[in-house]
């Protein structure tokens, strides 16, 4: 059975806390007690957490303070699916190098990182206009 919601939030990162608390409720809501508290929620929350604070600092930093980011939380047969969608130009991370191992850079680690924490990661650009990250993984 799917379970869906979405919400729309600022381009904020004072929201952050706000949008990974609906997470964590939406998955206590929808989710047995036995897998709510599986380490896999805490990874797809921090990957929840980059992915938010991408949008707004990267996607959406030179865009007005009004700009809205689109979050859906999917849940179904096994797995978790959480996608972002953001109105900033287009990006491509396959064009990305990942640091070496104990190199210190400025930033660049998110992509990364999110790769690390689900199963499966992608960021494509829709038809209407917008840029969705897609973070999914089986529970």
Same mark, same amino acid.
């Given at each position: ?46 990957? =929840? ?6 949008? %707004?600092?990267?996607?959406? @930093? ?6 809205? +980011? ?43 990182? =999110? ?6 990661? %992608?960021?494509?650009?829709? @038809? ?6 897609? +973070?999914?993984?089986?529970?």
């Amino acid at each position: 059975m799917l379970r869906l919601e979405r919400r729309k939030v600022k381009s904020d990162l004072t929201v952050q806390a706000q949008v990974q608390k609906w997470f964590e409720e939406f998955c206590s809501n929808h989710i047995c007690q036995k897998y709510s508290s599986n380490h896999q929620f805490y990874r797809l929350n921090l990957a =929840l957490a980059e992915g938010f604070s991408n949008a %707004v600092r990267h996607a959406h @930093h030179e865009l007005p303070s009004d700009t809205t +980011i689109e979050i859906e939380l999917a849940i179904s047969d096994g797995r978790i699916e959480i996608r972002i969608w953001d109105h900033g130009k287009p990006f491509n991370p396959d064009i990305l190098e990942e640091p070496e191992p104990g190199t210190l850079c400025e930033g660049g680690y998110g992509w990364f990182l =999110l790769r690390r924490l689900a199963d499966r990661v %992608v960021y494509k650009r829709c @038809h209407d206009g917008r840029n969705c990250l897609l +973070i999914s993984s089986s529970i």
